[in-house]
């Protein structure tokens, strides 16, 4: 079964904070993603890479940046946390063939910044 | 621009049938998922679709239109356990996905 971790469930961050959301799957997945949740909206996609070394912006980049030096691990970063950023962020991954694999999410992060 | 509509929430009675529907407007098409997320857990994959028709998996299935951009998910025989929230998802032609905001699922005994 593949695994996806993200290393805290809570957070609680004070505003202007650098905070660090790391994740971990096992599956020897190309794809990884990181998403936030909120309620009312749609899963929002911030980053995503297809390899090591490599990163695109999803659809709300802003505030935000990543890191993936290894295969296994996609960080999430805030460079300096603000209110707005609260949320749940969940990381996934999949194969990147077949293009239509279904993504394997950890449990997520409920990210709280006051 | 890219669209996905889908109930905000459903109560049903265990024991009972539900119908989830979900319909869609993107740019291209490479298949519909459903997910299922219990509260504080992570989404789960339940189905895809990419060709119109029914697709069955025990207590669940989905079915598609693609000439309606409709979907729905088909959840039998309700169990208290199948109280969670169903995500509807589209693949557009980029292979992007694109979310529904979810439906809350509520089982009542």
């Known amino acids: 079964d593949v695994k996806v971790t993200q290393s805290s469930r809570y957070l609680v961050k004070r505003t202007g904070e650098k905070v660090f959301l790391e994740c971990v799957q096992d599956?020897?997945?190309?794809?990884m993603f990181w998403y936030r949740q909120d309620p009312g909206l749609g899963l929002r996609l911030i980053y995503f890479?297809?390899?090591?070394?490599?990163?695109e912006k999803g659809d709300i980049p802003e505030g935000y940046s990543v890191s993936r030096e290894k295969k296994e691990r996609f960080s999430l970063i805030l460079e300096s946390a603000s209110t707005n950023q609260t949320s749940m962020y969940l990381c996934?991954?999949?194969?990147?063939?077949?293009?239509?694999?279904?993504?394997?999410f950890g449990n997520g992060t409920r990210l709280t910044v006051t | 621009g890219q669209n996905i509509d889908q109930p905000t929430e459903m109560t049903a009675t265990e024991g009972a049938i539900v119908q989830i529907n979900c319909t869609y407007q993107t740019s291209g098409f490479n298949g519909l998922f459903w997910y299922q997320q219990h509260a504080g857990e992570a989404p789960t994959f339940l189905s895809y679709?990419?060709l119109d028709g029914l697709e069955e998996k025990g207590r669940f299935s989905s079915f598609l239109s693609r000439s309606k951009g409709y979907s729905y998910l088909l959840l039998k025989e309700l169990q208290m356990k199948d109280s969670a929230s169903y995500l509807c998802?589209?693949?557009?032609?980029?292979?992007?996905?694109?979310w529904g905001a979810g439906t809350k699922l509520i089982i009542k005994p």
């Open positions: 996934a991954s999949s194969p990147i063939v077949p293009e239509n694999s279904p993504l394997h």
């Open positions: 890479s297809y390899d090591v070394k490599m990163k």
């Open positions: 599956m020897d997945h190309e794809n």
């Open positions: 679709n990419v």
């Open positions: 998802a589209c693949m557009d032609s980029n292979y992007q996905l694109i």
